[in-house]
Each structure stands twice: as structure tokens, then as C-alpha cells.
């Protein structure tokens, strides 16, 4: 006589099913946990990798001006920059007799009068404003989307205003800002750069250049004495506008530090921790983002001295 399962078979196959099932169920939850942790994690060092290259390779060309003195760099005749980012002490794209002009500046937003052209700037965190020449001169103003400026040994001048000598190089004109602000509720690094218009007008292009870096500071090492050594570390609102300027010490190192979020939320993780940025510090509002705090310094290479004397 055939006999199928009896119900105390049954129910023991059923829970056997339901152990197997929460079994697994758990594994997923916990592999998906791990996936996201692991994609957190990597959006975290993609970020901060990307904003160390660039800050590296940035900063150490600043204020490179291929010898040039600020009388030799007066403004170009006529030219008008649109949306030129202008701060207090740094000045615009282009020196000019009756304003302050310096080849790197720094300012914090809400504690120091930073350039109107920035779009909504996260408040606290650091403007940094770069002007230099690119570390390769040309041959001739090849490129159209750029601003050159012709040097001879004896000579120099902008392309454009005056009339290049035989023999000259041509250094192509970088002017940069650098800012936080967000981007559909997401921090994100943006930049605006100098760049030539196809009808030869001049304007500061924006675009977005690191995701995820929500807080950004610098701390400025001023050679005081300029023996070459830095004597003193100091918040940026605190440079006072003749060190921009190089004529009361040198601007000789930077220090950078930064906190960056990672671009997806944890719902099992509240963040809580407090960022020490240098002498300041950043406090998480208490969400569902992990972050990571890196720092690191700049070496200046090409310190003017007191060209601007």
C-alpha cells in the first residue's frame, strides 16, 4: 500500500524551506550591504584621488609668470572679461593700475568678500583663485580658446594689444577659480576658467570638476623674512592683502584639507563625526553619508619675490 507524507513530514519539510529561505535571504541582504559599503568606499577614493591630482599639479605651477613684473603685465587695451570673478584682494583676470591684483588668492566664504561670480558657494569653505602663465610656451598664439601673452628677451606684451617681436614666445594665460557648491542637494567642486569666446570676446567658463567633496580648506604658509623658509601657517582671512600681493612676505606653501561624501546614502549607517580640518573643523549633520577626511600641502615653486615692488 502506497502511503505519501504524513503532516508531521510536512511541516518539518516546510520549516526546513523557511530556514533555507531566511538563510539565503540574509546572505543577500548582507551581500547587498557589502556592495554598497564597497561602492561608497570607492566613489570616496575615486574622489579624493582625483581632487589630489588636481590640486597637486595646480598649485605647484601658481604664480608662474615666465619672470614677468606686475608693471609689465598691465591690461590689455579694451578687453573686457564677461562674469570676470574680481575678489578683494586678488583682483580680476587682468591687472590694472588702480585695483590689488595678485597671482593667487584665497577667501572664505562668509568671512571674506569672495568674487560675485560664484553661483550659491558652500558657506565656510575655501575660494581659491589661481593666475598664471601655462609651463609651456608656443611658438605662436596657436590656440584660439586662449589668451596669450608674447615675450622676447627684451620685450613683452598681450597678443592682441601690441604687435609680437620677431623671435617671441608665446605663453598662454590661465586664470581659475575654484569653488564648492551643490548640484541637485550632491557637494561637488567646480571650476571657472579664463577661456576665448570663436567671436574673440573673453569670459570665465564654469564647469564641474570633482563630485563629492563637501567641504574644502586651506591653511597658507607666509615666508615672512623671505629667507625661502615658511615662518607661520594661517588661516586665509587672515592674509592681510600686501602678502597677496608679495610685497610683506611670500605666499610659499599651502595646505589643503577636505572632506568628501560618498554619493549614495546608508540607511543602516547616521553620521555623527566631527572632521578636524586644520585649525577648524566640520561637523556631519547627522545622515546617512559616510565620508573621509584627507589633507595634504603644496610647495609653491615660482614665489615672485617682490616683482611687485
Known amino acids: ?85 574680481v575678489s578683494t584682494a586678488g583682483g580680476g583676470s587682468f591687472p590694472r593700475a588702480d585695483a590689488a591684483w595678485s597671482a593667487v588668492w584665497l577667501g572664505t566664504v562668509g568671512q571674506t568678500m569672495i568674487p560675485s561670480c560664484l553661483n550659491q558657494p558652500v558657506m565656510q569653505s575655501d575660494v581659491l583663485q589661481l593666475k598664471r602663465f601655462g609651463g609651456e610656451f608656443f611658438a605662436a598664439a596657436a590656440r584660439d580658446n586662449r589668451q596669450f601673452f608674447w615675450q622676447t628677451n627684451t620685450t613683452a606684451g598681450w597678443v592682441g594689444d601690441t604687435s609680437p617681436s620677431t623671435g617671441a614666445r608665446f605663453w598662454p594665460f590661465i586664470h581659475e577659480v575654484y569653488y564648492l557648491t551643490k548640484q541637485n542637494g550632491s557637494p561637488v567642486l567646480m571650476r571657472k576658467r579664463l577661456i576665448k569666446q570663436g567671436n574673440f570676446s573673453l569670459s570665465m567658463d564654469t564647469n564641474s570638476i570633482v563630485e563629492g567633496v563637501e567641504m574644502l580648506v586651506f591653511e597658507v604658509g607666509i615666508d615672512q623674512d623671505q629667507d625661502g623658509q615658511v615662518d607661520t601657517f594661517v588661516k586665509p582671512s587672515a592674509v592681510p592683502v600686501a602678502v597677496w600681493q608679495q610685497q610683506q612676505g611670500v ?33 556631519a549633520p547627522g545622515d546617512h553619508f559616510r565620508r573621509v577626511q584627507v589633507q595634504s600641502s603644496v610647495t609653491l615653486l615660482n614665489p615672485p619675490g617682490r616683482v611687485f615692488e
Open 251 to 283: 605666499v610659499r606653501q599651502l595646505r589643503y584639507f577636505a572632506v568628501i561624501r560618498s554619493r549614495i546614502p546608508d540607511p543602516t549607517y547616521t553620521n555623527h563625526q566631527v572632521y578636524r580640518l586644520g585649525t577648524r573643523q566640520f561637523q
Open 1 to 85: 500500500m502506497v502511503r505519501g507524507y504524513s503532516l508531521v513530514q510536512l511541516m518539518i519539510s516546510l520549516v526546513l524551506v523557511a530556514l533555507i529561505a531566511l538563510a539565503v535571504g540574509s546572505s543577500l541582504v548582507t551581500l547587498f550591504r557589502g556592495m554598497r559599503l564597497i561602492m561608497q568606499q570607492q566613489s570616496m577614493v575615486q574622489s579624493a584621488v582625483t581632487l589630489h591630482t588636481l590640486l597637486q599639479q595646480q598649485l605647484v605651477l601658481t604664480q608662474f609668470l615666465a619672470g614677468q613684473s606686475f608693471a609689465s603685465l598691465q591690461r590689455p587695451t579694451n578687453v573686457v572679461v564677461a562674469g570676470d570673478c
